[in-house]
């Protein structure tokens, strides 16, 4: 069963930005995040600060999520360039 998708605030208004202005990124990040939907485990596992979170890329970009298990739910917290994200 797949799990619950949320998004931060933040991310909200990062997407609607980026699907006016990359609609191809965009699409492959939701194809991503409904990958994970499906296999909440998909990411890898952060540390240190961030611990409790995971990412995954999608091209030059990491997509950082968690899992709150209780219900089902996964919390799409941040989209940023590689080169920015940690």
């Not at 600060?49 to 950082?64: C, E, Q, S, T």
């Not at 919390?75 to 360039?81: C, E, G, Q, T």
Request: hydrophobic letters at 40%; glycine letters at 4%; a positive charge.
């Amino acid at each position: 069963m797949p799990y619950d998708i949320k998004l931060s605030d933040e991310i909200e208004q990062e997407f609607e930005k980026l699907r006016k202005k990359d609609k191809g990124l965009f699409d492959a990040v939701m194809r991503k995040i409904l990958k994970i939907a499906e296999e909440p485990f998909l990411g890898k596992p952060l540390r240190n600060i961030l611990k409790g979170k995971r990412r995954v890329h999608v091209g030059h970009f990491v997509l950082f999520y968690e899992i709150e298990n209780s219900p089902n739910k996964i919390v799409v917290i941040k989209l940023a360039h590689h080169d920015d994200a940690y």
